[in-house]
C-alpha cells in the first residue's frame, strides 16, 4: 500500500512517520518514506484508515495514493 503525505519537511519527519506507520497493527514492514516524493510505501494488511490516522496523529496529512 502506498501512502501520500503533505508536510514532512526533514529527516525527523520522515522518522516520525515510519515509527507511527510502523505501530499500526497489519504492517509488516515500512519499505520506504520519502521526503522527496512525500510518500510512504507499507507492507501488509493494515486498516487505510488506521495508517492514515496514525500519520494525521504526528501532524502529517495523509491519503492513500491511487
Do not use: W
Not at 505501530?23 to 514492514?29: C, E, L, M
Request: charged share 25%; aromatic share 2%.
Amino acid at each position: 500500500m502506498k501512502l501520500k503525505i503533505d508536510g514532512m519537511t526533514c529527516e525527523h519527519c520522515v522518522a516520525a512517520v515510519r515509527e507511527a506507520l510502523t505501530d499500526v497493527d497489519g504492517v509488516v514492514q515500512v519499505t520506504d518514506v520519502s521526503l522527496a516524493d512525500g510518500t510512504a510505501e507499507i507492507e501488509g494488511n493494515p486498516d487505510s484508515d488506521v495508517l492514515v490516522a496514525a500519520v494525521e496523529a504526528e501532524g502529517y496529512t495523509a491519503s492513500v495514493a491511487q
